[in-house]
């Protein structure tokens, strides 16, 4: 009879351990994690993370795609081949609600990167700007209405009080106003850089980050971080460990100019260093994440939807596409 007892002691605590150990095993490590971003200032606080992989220094492997616009990257998403994704804010908003909820924005990396240059110096306030033709990129997007809303705030009518013409690339617009022939012109970073760092009569005449923040009372937010959620599901620890990594590569990027230059040409998301290290101060590179990320990003959304639904997907996003916001 005592050996039956303690046999049965014996099962009981064997089990125990057992169960112990299934609730306590570690999150599996996933398979892959690929990593989608652009070149240009949504890209320039993961360049760090990016030559990092390849010298073998993150806590975990990832394998990185720059790519050279936006849709590229959406159709990657789209089809599933990602885990994590640096794209504009917007665009994330689309993808949220193109894919039925299956993308979720895991932390914002980029302020307000829009500038108007001036080629003279007739505009120092956005009244200036009444009567005036205006060179810009991005029609259909996030600069347009950002424009908009500003110079709607400031009782100017976009639609008479000034004329805008759309360029479709920066790379036009720089050119042109970096030639002279365009003397007023919106530009995000590091445009903006390229062109002053060319043409030393070129200025900014206004910062539309600090406008935006004026009459909206937030920062103006262009680019995110978003994440398959199936992947957050299954691997929040993997997810969790790399928004460390890019943070430190964020605050690497904020802290040294000079080696995040280099290392930001190094990584292919800005192809000259030298543009890169002048740039760097107004592209307004951070890592928001939770609550932090979620009131200016909705408020940048709500100012997208109001002024044209399917800039956002044809619906604003519920609160499910918040990752850890609650």
Wanted: charged content about 20%.
């Amino acid at each position: 009879m005592k050996k039956i007892i303690a046999l049965f002691l014996a099962a009981i605590m064997l089990a125990g351990t057992v169960s112990l150990v299934s609730c306590t095993r570690k999150e599996d490590k996933p398979e892959q994690i690929r990593v989608l971003t652009l070149m240009g200032p949504t890209g320039m606080g993961m360049a760090k993370l990016i030559t990092d992989g390849k010298e073998g220094k993150n806590a975990q492997e990832y394998t990185f795609t720059v790519a050279t616009a936006p849709d590229q990257v959406s159709a990657q998403v789209i089809k599933g081949d990602f885990e994590i994704a640096a794209v504009p804010v917007n665009l994330a908003a689309v993808l949220y609600n193109k894919t039925d909820g299956a993308v979720k924005v895991a932390g914002v990396n980029t302020l307000g990167v829009l500038y108007m240059l001036e080629n003279g110096s007739t505009v120092n306030s956005v009244a200036d700007l009444k009567g005036k033709t205006i060179y810009a990129t991005g029609q259909g997007s996030t600069p347009e209405y950002a424009l908009r809303y500003i110079l709607t705030k400031n009782g100017m009518d976009p639609d008479k009080d000034v004329t805008v013409q759309y360029l479709a690339e920066h790379a036009e617009l720089a050119t042109q106003m970096t030639a002279g022939s365009v003397t007023l012109g919106m530009l995000p970073e590091p445009n903006v850089t390229s062109v002053m760092l060319n043409n030393k009569d070129v200025r900014i005449a206004l910062d539309l980050n600090a406008e935006w923040k004026k009459v909206s009372g937030a920062d103006m937010v262009m680019g995110c971080i978003i994440v398959s959620a199936k992947f957050a599901e299954e691997h929040p620890q993997a997810l969790k460990k790399f928004l460390e990594e890019y943070k430190a590569s964020v605050e690497f990027a904020n802290g040294d100019v000079d080696a995040a230059a280099a290392v930001i040409e190094a990584a292919g998301i800005v192809p000259k260093a030298a543009v890169a290290k002048k740039a760097l101060p107004n592209c307004n590179i951070v890592l928001l994440t939770g609550k932090d990320m979620k009131t200016p990003l909705q408020g940048m959304l709500n100012v997208l939807f109001e002024a044209e639904a399917k800039s956002v997907g044809g619906k604003l996003p519920d609160d499910a596409f918040y990752y850890n916001a609650k």
